[in-house]
């Protein structure tokens, strides 16, 4: 069972790039790593998904290191509107080959205007 | 083309009572999977759903029901409802679970409050 650690918050001041780090020491050969958003009352939105070295998309980037046991999202320019809970998930591979989606505790960012 | 839609919105319901919640998934998805989220935390994964067939399971008691229909809706099915199942109830949608599970659209969710 592969299982994320990150940080409960982050605070960061508008304008700002802000880097959240998910520690998943126990990632499996193939699984993926995956980040959603979530805003208050709101159900989770998919932000990006990799699997090695950078993806970015037109939201983020998301760094993983050669050795998979860590991935940095990387938010640019962070505005008010992106306060929220972000989510590291990695694979949760069931024995009937279907991965479960596994969510953590989150980070919750506050943006400071 | 409409998202993942819920219903309903709220709910509220005495301890002891049965809540069916509803969910249909954006046109053309086949994979249905339910969450709870209770406030503050992330959410939990209850039931995946793929052409009409379970296809997993979380750690969630045998009160907690689900089935999928031939359009591809779903609905999860609650009896004998504690003060504990209060929470939000999340339905998301994909294509396909095996060929990328983690690409899920969730919809608004359903507050479930039992009294």
């Known amino acids: 069972l592969a299982k994320t650690t990150q940080p409960i918050s982050m605070d960061s001041y508008e304008g700002q790039e802000v880097n959240i780090t998910c520690s998943h020491n126990n990632i499996a050969t193939n699984d993926y790593i995956t980040w959603y958003q979530q805003f208050p009352s709101q159900g989770p939105r998919f932000i990006i998904q990799g699997y090695k070295t950078k993806v970015t998309n037109e939201v983020a980037s998301l760094f993983i290191p050669a050795d998979r046991k860590s991935s940095t999202l990387s938010l640019p320019r962070v505005s008010l509107s992106d306060t929220a809970v972000y989510y590291c998930?990695?694979?949760?591979?069931?024995?009937?080959?279907?991965?479960?989606?596994?969510f953590g505790t989150g980070t919750k960012l506050q943006v400071i205007p | 083309d409409a998202g993942v839609t819920q219903s309903p919105t709220h709910l509220i319901k005495t301890r002891g009572q049965h809540v069916t919640l509803r969910c249909s998934p954006i046109?053309?998805?086949?994979?249905v999977s339910w969450y709870q989220q209770v406030l503050g935390q992330g959410p939990q994964f209850i039931f995946q759903y793929y052409e009409k067939e379970e296809r997993g399971r979380g750690n969630f008691p045998d009160r907690f029901s689900a089935r999928q229909f031939p359009n591809y809706s779903s609905e999860l099915n609650v009896n004998a409802l504690l003060l504990g199942d209060s929470a939000l109830y999340l339905c998301a949608s994909s294509f396909s679970p095996r060929d990328n599970p983690y690409e899920q659209y969730f919809g608004p969710g359903t507050r479930l409050t039992v009294t």
């Open positions: 046109s053309g998805h086949k994979s």
């Open positions: 998930l990695v694979g949760d591979m069931d024995s009937g080959g279907y991965q479960k989606v596994t």
